[in-house]
C-alpha cells in the first residue's frame, strides 16, 4: 500500500510502521511506559460519517504516549516508503499538540521506512525546521485535494545520523 491507495485499501492492511514502533518500545532500555493515546481508525468500528463529526484535536490526538527517562512525551507514528508525506492540516494541530496549548508534554514523530527497513525519532519541532530548511515540496492528494509537504525520508536518515555523531 502506497499513498495513492484508499483509506479503505491502507486500512484493511497491517500497520507496519504502529507494530516497528512497539517493537521498538519493547527493545528500548530508556522507555519504562508506552500506552494508545489516540484514536486508531484503522482499527475502529466508528463510521466514517460519525468519525468525521468528532472534532479534529481529538482526531489528530498523538498515538502513543510514552514516559522515556522519566520523562513524558507524546508520539505520533508514520509510515512510508522512502517519502514522508504531512498534511498541512495536520500539522497545525500538530503545533497545538506539541505547543503547550493542551498541556505541555513535547511531541516526537516515529517514523518507519518499508524501503529502508530503518526508524527515525524526531521532535516535532526538529521536523518542522527541516522541512523549512531543506524546502520541502508541497503536494495534493488526488483522493481528498489535501495538500502536503513531501520529505525524503534518507533526509531524516541523514538527521538522525548527523545526531547520533554528535551526541558521541
Keep these: 500500500m502506497n499513498h495513492n491507495s484508499t ?19 519493547k527493545v528500548s532500555d530508556k522507555i519504562s511506559l508506552c500506552v494508545r493515546y489516540g484514536f486508531d481508525h484503522r482499527n475502529s468500528d466508528i463510521p466514517i460519517n460519525i468519525w468525521m463529526s468528532i472534532p479534529l484535536h481529538l482526531r489528530l490526538s498523538p498515538d502513543f504516549f510514552i514516559i522515556s527517562d522519566n520523562n513524558p512525551y507524546f508520539v505520533e507514528v508514520k509510515g512510508c ?17 506539541d ?7 513535547p511531541l516526537y514523530f516515529y517514523v518507519y521506512s ?3 527497513n530503518k526508524e527515525v525519532v524526531i521532535s516535532f519541532s526538529r521536523l518542522l525546521f527541516l522541512i523549512h530548511l531543506l524546502g520541502c515540496k508541497k503536494d495534493i ?3 481528498n485535494g489535501k495538500e502536503y509537504y513531501k520529505m525524503q525520508f534518507g533526509e531524516l536518515l541523514h538527521e538522525q545520523r548527523k545526531r547520533e555523531k554528535n551526541s558521541n
Aim: proline share 0%; hydrophobic share 35%; no cysteine.
Design 7 to 25: 483509506f479503505t485499501q491502507r486500512a484493511s492492511t497491517v500497520d507496519v510502521a504502529d507494530e516497528k514502533f512497539q517493537e521498538y518500545v
Design 81 to 97: 516508503t522512502d517519502v514522508l508525506r504531512l498534511k498541512t492540516d495536520d500539522i497545525k494541530m500538530y503545533k497545538r499538540w
Design 99 to 105: 505547543s503547550n496549548t493542551f498541556i505541555d508534554i
Design 114 to 116: 518499508v524501503k529502508y
Design 141 to 143: 492528494y488526488e483522493d
